[in-house]
């Protein structure tokens, strides 16, 4: 019973972490209460660890790949900070889409967010709009390598507390 609450968490953590809830937080913890909890866990502080590394590893990352990838669309570093900011903004502001929208807003917000910044640094419509599709294109990866930590996570915690 415990092995299979184990996996229901781990697949519920992976299914939230496209949708820009901690979902693999949620893996990481259910690993850990399943060492502290399930009787004969073989999972190991160790392993957990590194589940833990990478979940932080993955959160640094979906933070930095959309400003990496303005910048690499020609945006100022003014851009940069905008498309952070404007995907914070937008995913927790969200869109009134259930089950989706932190992510829309998430995408959106980093796409205006870089557009209005840069426009303010350049005042080129067409510059700034070359950041912003920078920031969007940075925010889908940073949403597609999140995702494949996430697999990752799930991979190591159930291979380790395998029955």
Same mark, same amino acid.
């Given at each position: 019973?415990?092995?299979?609450?184990?996996?229901?968490?781990?697949l519920v953590g992976l299914l939230l972490v496209p949708l820009g809830l901690p979902g693999l937080w949620l893996?990481?913890?259910?690993?850990?209460?399943?060492?502290?909890?399930?009787?004969? *866990?073989? /999972? @190991?502080?160790? #392993?957990?660890?590194? %589940?833990? &590394? !990478?979940?932080?590893?993955?959160?640094?990352?979906?933070?930095?790949?959309?400003?990496?990838?303005?910048?690499?669309?020609?945006?100022?570093?003014?851009?940069?900070?905008?498309?952070?900011?404007?995907?914070?903004?937008?995913a927790f502001m969200g869109v009134p889409i259930p089950i989706?929208? *932190?992510? /829309? @807003?998430?995408? #959106?917000?980093?796409? %205006?967010? &870089? !557009?209005?910044?840069?426009?303010?640094?350049?005042?080129?419509?067409?510059?700034?709009?070359?950041?912003?599709?920078?920031?969007?294109?940075?925010?889908?990866?940073?949403?597609?390598?999140?995702?494949?930590?996430?697999?990752?996570?799930?991979?190591?915690?159930?291979?380790?507390?395998?029955?």
């Amino acid at each position: 019973m415990a092995f299979a609450l184990l996996i229901a968490a781990q697949l519920v953590g992976l299914l939230l972490v496209p949708l820009g809830l901690p979902g693999l937080w949620l893996m990481v913890a259910a690993a850990a209460a399943h060492q502290l909890w399930a009787p004969a *866990s073989q /999972i @190991g502080w160790i #392993a957990i660890g590194v %589940a833990a &590394a !990478l979940a932080t590893i993955a959160e640094i990352l979906e933070f930095t790949l959309s400003v990496k990838y303005t910048k690499k669309h020609g945006g100022s570093k003014r851009a940069g900070w905008g498309a952070l900011l404007g995907g914070l903004v937008g995913a927790f502001m969200g869109v009134p889409i259930p089950i989706v929208g *932190s992510v /829309i @807003g998430a995408f #959106a917000g980093s796409f %205006a967010g &870089a !557009l209005l910044a840069e426009y303010s640094v350049a005042r080129d419509g067409e510059a700034a709009g070359r950041a912003a599709w920078g920031s969007l294109i940075g925010r889908v990866v940073a949403t597609v390598t999140k995702t494949g930590f996430g697999i990752a996570v799930a991979v190591i915690v159930v291979v380790r507390a395998w029955p």
